[in-house]
């Protein structure tokens, strides 16, 4: 297992932005996912990134607002969240997806997870 460290969540208002970022010892080589879970909720797939950059997956939800990135010579995976709504307020999960091709939003195909970082969004 990698560990995890998810940063920069906090409280926006409606139509601000934030940028998560996730840090590891060692991730260049991983496909990497973010997830969130609101309260009484499951938790949900909000986008993935390819190992090598080239290749991103959103949600329905957010693409066209969120962007993930990553910096594998510094070990980062980011989340910017632009246009933030009140629906976006939630934990924020940075997750490693198992090395295989299976599908990228399925929760189950990741097997390390970051503790977690809130974000609240007020209308």
């Known amino acids: 297992q990698v560990l995890l460290v998810e940063s920069g969540g906090g409280l926006v208002q409606t139509g601000g932005s934030l940028r998560l970022s996730c840090a590891a010892s060692?991730?260049?080589?991983?496909?990497m996912g973010w997830f969130r879970q609101a309260p009484g909720k499951e938790r949900e797939f909000v986008a993935a990134i390819r190992w090598s950059g080239g290749i991103t997956n959103y949600a329905d939800s957010v693409k066209g607002r969120f962007t993930i990135s990553r910096d594998n010579a510094k070990n980062t995976v980011f989340l910017q969240m632009n246009s933030l709504k009140p629906e976006d307020t939630a934990v924020y999960y940075c997750a490693k997806k198992m090395g295989d091709n299976s599908n990228v939003r399925d929760l189950y195909k990741y097997d390390s997870w970051g503790l977690g970082t809130q974000v609240t969004v007020s209308s």
């Open positions: 060692d991730l260049s080589t991983y496909d």
